[in-house]
């Protein structure tokens, strides 16, 4: 039994979404079943939403009469639900084995299985395919849960590391039926094209790091007609909207070409195909094999900053010419643009927000709807968390504990965010930070007749009405 579980019992209202069903839980379902085992999944946040208490969900996992459960725990913001939902489980059930997995999880594997013995049999540290299937193994043939099982940490045994399974195309494709209830937009899914580590060193970014925690040390891609495997397995599932959120973009135009191509020639046509990447990621020859083989294309940019001083601080390629190049192509291409930014970088001081602000206008002015802004969340393991002196930052959480009060803000306290702000620097403190989030967010909200008018007389008119209520939204 696989549980998604809530932020909080306590927090009807989240600060992060809470209703994503994460690739990682739905591999795992399907690995297990190409394996012969049975396996349901319960999405409480869901169930939450659809008027269940948190008794009812509770009781709903354990009247499957499940043999293990694991228990996902791949964002921060899960941190108490995890663990709550764990220990609501052993109080009733005292002798069901229970796991905890997924990113944040594996982060701090050691701290969560010796704080949390008395409900949790061990945390799985990294890729869980091998070690899942070792416990349902031995738990199948009435065994207890073993002391070797890779990757699993339990309290006051060192554990081994994670292993994991070599060929990425050998594993089955997931489904989103798995979990249950459904999805609320049951007409889109996130495609997983990619494992491993980063080759980026972005000072803020976990990505370098997690992947190899996970036991995967370079970054690994899908073939291209794997990944159409995955999609068609989708639209079977009546999935027509496809986004891919991982680190695709690495394969710049080759690999979107080669997709593309792939797509073609077996005739799957998504309605809408959505591709996160840095602005150097593609040129005109990658975005326009994108624009022909989908109804409609888009492209997220993490541009993150406008400063290149900032930028190269953080160990960050920035060129803003390229980027409006580069955004004015995308949309000349009848692609959508979309922007994301982020405050609270080492080194941001008001010329850098200014200097952001002018990006954020250039981009505009080409077309590209920004998205959101962010202030920076400073991960554990990231190069600025481990040098905090060379970047001028002060680091204001360290362990488990102090990360899950992300599970405790709400959404309205979050529009300030500055008590989940993770970090200072040198030029701003936590209120700073969540200031200068905000300002850039009314920059954004002050310039929107910029796109308006670079949309003036185009045929295709992105939604400028819903962009304008979801960036008006994060600040009122
Ligand atoms: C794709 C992605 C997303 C997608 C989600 C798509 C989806 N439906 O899952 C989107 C864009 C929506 C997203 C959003 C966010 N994300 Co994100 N995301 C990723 C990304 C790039 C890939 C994850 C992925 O799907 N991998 C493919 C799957 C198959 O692998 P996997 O997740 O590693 O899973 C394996 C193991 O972890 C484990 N496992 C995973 N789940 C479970 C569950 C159980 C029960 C068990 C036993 C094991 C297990 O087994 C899996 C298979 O081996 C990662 C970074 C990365 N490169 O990995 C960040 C990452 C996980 N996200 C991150 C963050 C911070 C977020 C946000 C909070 C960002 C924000 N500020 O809003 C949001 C919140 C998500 C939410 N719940 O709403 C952080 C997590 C850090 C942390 N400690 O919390 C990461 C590491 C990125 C980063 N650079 O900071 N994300």
């Known amino acids: 039994m696989f549980v998604q579980p809530p932020v909080s019992f306590n927090n009807p209202a989240p600060c992060l979404d809470d209703k994503q069903f994460g690739l990682g839980i739905l591999a795992n379902m399907a690995w297990l079943q190409s394996h012969g085992f049975e396996v349901d999944g319960i999405h409480i946040p869901l169930l939450l939403h659809h008027g269940s208490s948190a008794d009812d969900a509770i009781a709903l996992i354990l009247k499957r009469s499940p043999m293990l459960v694991a228990i996902g725990l791949n964002w921060v913001h899960f941190s108490r639900g ?8 052993r109080e009733r059930r005292p002798h069901l084995p229970i796991v905890v997995g997924g990113q944040h999880a594996g982060l701090f594997a050691e701290e969560i299985a010796s704080s949390n013995a008395d409900c949790i049999d061990g945390v799985i540290r990294g890729e869980a395919e091998v070690p899942l299937l070792r416990l349902a193994e031995c738990l199948a043939n009435g065994q207890r849960i073993p002391s070797n099982v890779a990757g699993l940490h339990r309290s006051r045994s060192p554990a081994l590391p994670p292993q994991v399974v070599d060929d990425l195309d050998s ?84 690999n979107l070409a080669a997709l593309a191509e792939a797509l073609t020639r077996r005739g799957v046509r998504p309605n809408h195909l959505n591709i996160f990447a840095h602005p150097d990621s593609f040129t005109a020859h990658g975005m326009s094999a994108l624009a022909r083989c989908c109804d409609l294309g888009s492209i997220d940019y993490g541009v993150e900053t406008g400063s290149t001083r900032v930028a190269a601080i953080n160990n960050r390629r920035l060129d803003p010419n390229e980027v409006v190049e580069r955004v004015a192509t995308a949309t000349s291409l009848g692609l959508e643009a979309y922007s994301w930014w982020m405050a609270g970088l080492p080194g ?28 920076l969340i400073l991960f554990p393991k990231t190069d600025i968390h481990l040098h905090p002196d060379h970047y001028r930052v002060r680091r204001r959480f360290e362990g488990f504990a102090d990360y899950a009060v992300f599970s405790d803000i709400k959404l309205a306290e979050a529009v300030m965010f500055s008590e989940a702000v993770a970090h200072e620097t040198a030029e701003a403190s936590r209120d700073g930070i969540a200031a200068a989030a905000l300002r ?28 304008e209520m979801r960036i008006r939204q994060s600040f009122m």
Do not use: K
């Open 348 to 375: 941001e001081d008001e010329a850098a927000l200014g200097e952001t602000e002018e990006l954020i206008a250039r981009t505009m002015d080409a077309g590209c709807i920004p998205r959101w802004v962010s202030p």
């Open 171 to 254: 594993l089955p494709v997931y489904s989103y039926r798995s979990l249950n209830p459904p999805p609320l937009q049951a007409d889109v899914g996130a495609i997983s094209t990619t494992r491993g580590a980063c080759p980026f060193s972005c000072a803020w970014c976990i990505e370098p790091v997690i992947g190899r925690m996970q036991g995967r040390s370079r970054l690994r891609f899908h073939s291209p007609d794997r990944i159409v495997d995955q999609i068609e397995a989708l639209v079977q599932e009546g999935i027509c909207r496809f986004t891919i959120q991982d680190n695709f973009f690495v394969g710049g135009d080759g």
């Open 440 to 467: 850039l967010r009314r920059f954004i909200v002050s310039n929107l007749h910029r796109l308006r008018r670079a949309y003036e007389g185009s045929p295709r008119v992105p939604d400028l009405a819903l962009v």
């Open 82 to 89: 995890a663990i709550d939902t764990a220990r609501r489980l």
